[in-house]
């Protein structure tokens, strides 16, 4: 019986992307620069800093002045612009009222996280959460992910874990979890399963709950 969910936060929970892709647009034309906006997005879904990194060397420019306009435009774009996707909320009430926890793990830093969840009124559903400001290693690597199942006392046969990019899904199954992908991204690892949306995890969880 899954009691239990981790989850990534950008493109998992909340739908984010849109957000870093205009940011980053708007960091290009900063210096005289521009790209198609999927090309921006598929570079951002690898992670923030490869697209950093993508950018600065297609248009020969300094890496840490990319990240800096990029950081400067991401803090002004309101919460508001960021929501959770639809089902979220639905799938976190029923894992509290179940008695369950949901936890994160995130390679975003608390702040950031925190207003998320605040403007969202989600925090009430969350028990706890490591962030990028604790220092652990990145996903893939499973540290974080281990950390978490032992500071909650939870066991991986009760918990699995949902990211919507590779390196959540090779982090959450060497923690000896089950790992679910959400959405339509092409995946070179094998997840435990993939679902489009989040009613489909919804109705996964009350069959296997019940049966």
Known sequence: MIRNIIWDVDGTLFDTYPSFSKSFQLTLKEFG??????????QALVSIDFCVKALAERFNLDEDAVGE?????????????????????E????????GGKNLIVTHRREGGLIELLNTFNLRQFFSGWTTGDEGYKRKPDPEAFLITLATHAITPNETL?????????????????KAFLIGDSISTCQPDYIFNNFSQLHDWLKNQNTS
């Open 161 to 177: 874990t949902i990211g919507d990019r590779d390196i959540d899904i090779l982090a959450g199954q060497a923690a000896g979890l």
């Open 69 to 89: 306009k990029f950081s400067l435009y991401y803090s002004s774009t309101p919460a508001l612009d960021q929501p959770p996707f639809e089902g979220v909320i």
């Open 33 to 42: 620069c521009d790209a198609p906006l999927d090309w921006i997005t598929k």
């Open 91 to 98: 799938i976190c009430k029923s894992i509290t009222e179940c």
